[in-house]
């Protein structure tokens, strides 16, 4: 076992950083921090994410993708700042999901231009009354004529207000009748619908938004294949963000220590730096502590994908305790920083919201805890 980052990864650690610092970093320092970014902007995002293999991340490469290590991902996801994060991540996720799950004449319709980041993707699931448990799913298509008419809502998806195309898991009509759990590829400008953006607690520069299918006609060819494998695909890709997602609060976490850090050393109070202080050497102890081990669970897990090990407890719990222990951290900075840790000028703050808002994607600590807790006993807490 080796902890250190091979020639190849520095390569690419170094490679994100520079992106981030000379084009994603000053575009979201550009733009009003409380509101979503437009669609030139997460074009301008995507574009810059494609150039470091971000948009095509687990598209293999004989279909013109990158073809990444899921621990390379995470050490790129890490480097860049979770807005761009909670952009770019649904937008190939999206894009793995129709390279993977879609016909023929999907993939060449749609796939190119998504890993070019030519085209915005979105995946929407969630519902207003479905969220952990996707056997809820209400919205509905109906056949009509060729068309497939799509009625129903979707909410709290990452992108869906300047997608170009949103993937849908909704119930289709099944051969012989009846419903059948399936997905469908809504190309926005060919079957519009509206999509309105939500105020969200952080991260409010990426765009997320509740969407509505009032009659919405989609082309027939827009049905995704009925492999049976909805959920599957679904899986899949969860099985990597979930650690990516946490490495995303590490990105976080990572700031606050090495504000922490400076402050202590420059601060005085009773005649002292405050970093002399033994109960402030411990909060710095225990801000690394937590930053560490999450960073470290996360890499595990993706590891643990790449030699194609059923990695979902490990990715969950990655994931649960990521977001949690950075999101400590950074209350622990903010701590350190007095009076100065919670105004907006330092931005701490804004960090505590953000992390948090990193709990709920993919899965929030509750469902992870259950799914962790499913391998740990073998007894399944979902089905009855
Ligand atoms: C920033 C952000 C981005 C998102 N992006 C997308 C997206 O792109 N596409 C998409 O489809 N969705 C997206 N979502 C939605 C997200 O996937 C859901 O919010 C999530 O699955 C939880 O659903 P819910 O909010 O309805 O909570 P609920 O499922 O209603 O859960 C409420 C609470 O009950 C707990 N709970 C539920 N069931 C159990 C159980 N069996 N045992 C114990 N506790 C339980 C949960 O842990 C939670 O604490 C996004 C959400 C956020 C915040």
């Not at 009509?144 to 709290?156: A, E, H």
């Not at 963000?241 to 202590?264: E, T």
């Not at 969950?316 to 907006?344: N, T």
Request: glycine share 10%; net charge negative.
């Amino acid at each position: 076992m080796d902890f250190k980052l091979t020639e190849d990864q520095e390569m690419l650690v170094d490679a994100a950083k520079k992106i981030s610092e000379r084009h994603l970093q000053p575009l979201l320092l550009a733009r009003n921090k409380r509101t979503a970014l437009s669609k030139h902007d997460v074009l301008e995002i995507l574009s810059k994410a494609a150039d470091i293999g971000l948009t095509s991340a687990r598209i293999p490469e004989e279909g013109g993708g990158m073809g990444m290590k899921m621990l390379d991902y995470g050490l790129v996801m890490e480097q860049i700042a979770p807005t761009i994060g909670l952009i770019v991540q649904p937008h190939e996720a999206t894009t793995t999901r129709i390279y993977f799950g879609g016909s023929e004449q999907q993939k060449q319709r749609f796939v190119p231009g998504l890993m070019a980041g030519t085209l915005v993707g979105a995946t929407g699931s969630t519902e207003p009354d479905c969220g952990s448990d996707p056997r809820g799913i209400k919205t509905t298509g109906e056949w009509s004529g060729d068309d497939i008419v799509v009625n129903g809502r979707k909410q709290w998806i990452s992108n869906s207000t300047v997608c170009d195309v949103i993937h849908i898991t909704c119930r289709v009509p099944k051969e012989g009748g009846g419903y059948r759990m399936g997905r469908i590829l809504v190309d926005c400008a060919e079957s519009p619908f509206e999509a309105e953006e939500v105020a969200m607690h952080g991260l409010c520069q990426a765009p997320l938004g509740e969407v509505s299918f009032s009659d919405c006609r989609v082309p027939a060819a827009n049905i995704c294949p009925d492999d049976e494998n909805t959920a599957k695909l679904l899986t899949i890709t969860w099985l990597a963000n979930r650690p990516a997602v946490g490495l995303m609060a590490v990105h976080l976490g990572q700031k606050a220590l090495d504000l922490a850090r400076d402050y202590v050393g420059v601060r005085k109070q009773f005649g002292k730096h405050i970093g002399a202080f033994q109960s402030i050497q411990v909060d710095l102890a225990d801000i690394e502590t937590l930053v560490m081990s999450s960073r470290l669970l996360c890499y595990n897990a993706l590891s643990a994908i790449d030699h194609g090990a059923r990695a979902n407890g490990l990715s969950a719990m990655a994931k649960r305790y990521a977001v949690d222990a950075c999101d400590r951290a950074i209350a622990l900075a903010m701590r350190i920083h007095g009076a100065m840790g919670l105004s907006e000028e330092l931005g701490l703050e804004q960090m505590a919201r953000d992390v948090r808002t990193l709990t709920i994607p993919d899965g929030t600590p509750g469902i992870l805890a259950l799914i962790q807790g499913r391998e740990l006993t073998g007894m399944d807490a979902f089905r009855a």
